[in-house]
C-alpha cells in the first residue's frame, strides 16, 4: 500500500499473541479444573478470545498509524505556535465532547442518581462530570505548557482525593474510586497523550517524558474528586432538609 | 445477539467520532497537516474503529460469561490460596490483554522510553496483587474507606520520592489500567463472587474494586522508581 497503512503490522501482531494466548491458557486450565462446561460454551468462547484477537490487532494498528502520528503531529505544530496557550482551551474542548460521548459516563450519571435516590438528578451530573473532566484536561495541558512539574499537581490533587474519602458518603467514595479512568479510553490515551508528548517535543527546555506524560494521571482525578464532592453537597442538603422537616413538627 | 451487535457499534462509533470529528476540523482549520499523513489518519481510525467493535463484541459474547463462571466458582471451595492465585492470575491476564495498557506502552516505546515489556508487566501484576485484596476484603468485610485511604496514601508517600519522569507514567498506569476490558472483566468476576457469597451483594461489597486495582500500578510503578532508579 502506497499510505503503508499495514507497515508494522507483524510487531502488532507478535504483541497481542502473548496476552490472548495467557487468557486462553487461564481460561483453558479452569474449565478443565472446575467449571467443565459444555463443549458448545466452550466454543463460543474460542471465538469471543478470536473475535478480540482481530479487534485487538485491528485497533492497535490504527491507533499506530493514526492516532499516535496525528496526536504529535497536532502536538507539536501548537507547540511551535507563538500563542502555546491555545492548547488549555483546546484541552477543555476535547475533554468535554469526549465524555460527553463516552457510553461508559452515562450508566455512572444514572448510578448516582439511584444512589442518591434521585435527589441528584443524572443530567446534572453528566453535565458536572463534562466539565471536571474539561477542566482537568486544560490544567494537564496547562502543566505541559508551562512545564510545571507533576509533583505539583498529583500530590495535591490525589491528597484532596484520600481526604475526601473520611467526609463522603460510603456508596459514593466506591463509585468516585471505580469510575476514575471512565474518561480516558485507550483512543483519548493515543490522542491526548501523543498529543502533550509531541508539544513537550517541540518546545525548548521540556522533556518528552517528564512534560509529556502524566495527563491521563491528572484526568482520572477529576471524576473521583467531583463525584465525592456531589456526595458532601448532597449529605449537607439533606441534613437541611431533615432539620427544616424537623422544624415543621 | 443482534442486541449486543447493535449496541457495541453504536459504542464503537460514540467513542471514536468526537475525536476523529475535533482532529478533522483541527486539520481543516488550524493545520494543514501533510496529505499522506491524513489519509493515514482516516484509513487508521476506520480500523481502529473495526478494531474495538470486535474487540468488544468478543469480551462480551465471550470472555466475560467465563469471567463470571470463574467468579462464582471461587468461593464455593472455601479456600483463600485458590482465591488468591485466581485473583492473581486473572488479574495479570486481562491486563496485559488491555488495549490501554499496550497504547500507552506504545508511546512510551515511541517517545524513547526503551522498556521492553516492563511498564506492561509491572501495571498488570499491580492490578492482579489490589484486585486480589479487593476480593478478600470482600470476604472479610473490611470497609472499603479505610482500604482505599491507605493505598492511596501509600502512592501519595513514594510520590515524593519517585523522580519526575517515572511520576507522571507511574500515574498514568493507574489510569490505563482501568480500560473498556479489564473493568467488566472484573467486574465480571467480581459480580459472580459476591453473588455466590450469601450475605453479600455486589452492590454494597463490590464497588471499590475496580478503584483499588488501579493504585496498583500507580504504586508498582512508583516503587520501581523509587528503589530501582
Known sequence: ?249 | MYQIIKNTAIEALGAMLPIVAIIVTLHFTVLNVESTVFLRFLAGSTMSVFGVFFFLLGARTGILPMGRDIGAELPQHNSIPLIVAVGLIFGFAVTTAEPGVMTLNNIATNAGVDNGATLIIVISAGVAVLFTTGLIRIIFGFPIKYVLAITYGIAIILAFFTPPEFLSIAFDGGGVAAGSFTVPMLLALGMGFTSVLGNRSYLSDGFGLIGLACAGPIIGLLVLGVFFF
Open chain 1, 1 to 249: 500500500m502506497m499510505l503503508g497503512i499495514f507497515e508494522g503490522l507483524d510487531n502488532v501482531t507478535l504483541d497481542i499473541i502473548l496476552p490472548i494466548a495467557l487468557l486462553l491458557i487461564f481460561f483453558l486450565v479452569f474449565q478443565f479444573l472446575f467449571l467443565k462446561r459444555p463443549l458448545r460454551q466452550v466454543l463460543v468462547l474460542l471465538r469471543g478470545l478470536l473475535f478480540a484477537f482481530v479487534g485487538l490487532v485491528l485497533f492497535l494498528q490504527g491507533i499506530n498509524i493514526a492516532f499516535v502520528p496525528m496526536g504529535q503531529e497536532i502536538g507539536s505544530a501548537f507547540g511551535g505556535f507563538d500563542n502555546t496557550w491555545t492548547l488549555i482551551p483546546l484541552g477543555f474542548v476535547l475533554g468535554f465532547f469526549i465524555t460527553l460521548a463516552e457510553p461508559q459516563v452515562r450508566v455512572l450519571s444514572q448510578t448516582v442518581e439511584e444512589a442518591s435516590s434521585g435527589y441528584i438528578r443524572s443530567k446534572t451530573i453528566l453535565i458536572l462530570l463534562c466539565l471536571a473532566v474539561a477542566t482537568f484536561t486544560a490544567l494537564a495541558m496547562a502543566r505541559t505548557v508551562f512545564g510545571i512539574p507533576l509533583h505539583f499537581v498529583i500530590i495535591p490533587g490525589y491528597l484532596i482525593a484520600v481526604i475526601l474519602l473520611f467526609f463522603a458518603d460510603k456508596d459514593f467514595v466506591a463509585m468516585a474510586f471505580d469510575s476514575g479512568s471512565i474518561a480516558t479510553g485507550p483512543l483519548t490515551v493515543a490522542f491526548m497523550v501523543s498529543l502533550t508528548v509531541g508539544v513537550s517535543d517541540a518546545l525548548d527546555g521540556r522533556n518528552m517524558i517528564v512534560d509529556g506524560f502524566g495527563l491521563i494521571g491528572i484526568i482520572t482525578l477529576a471524576p473521583i474528586i467531583s463525584i465525592q464532592l456531589l456526595s458532601l453537597i448532597y449529605a449537607v442538603k439533606t441534613a437541611r432538609g431533615e432539620v427544616s422537616d424537623d422544624s415543621g413538627k
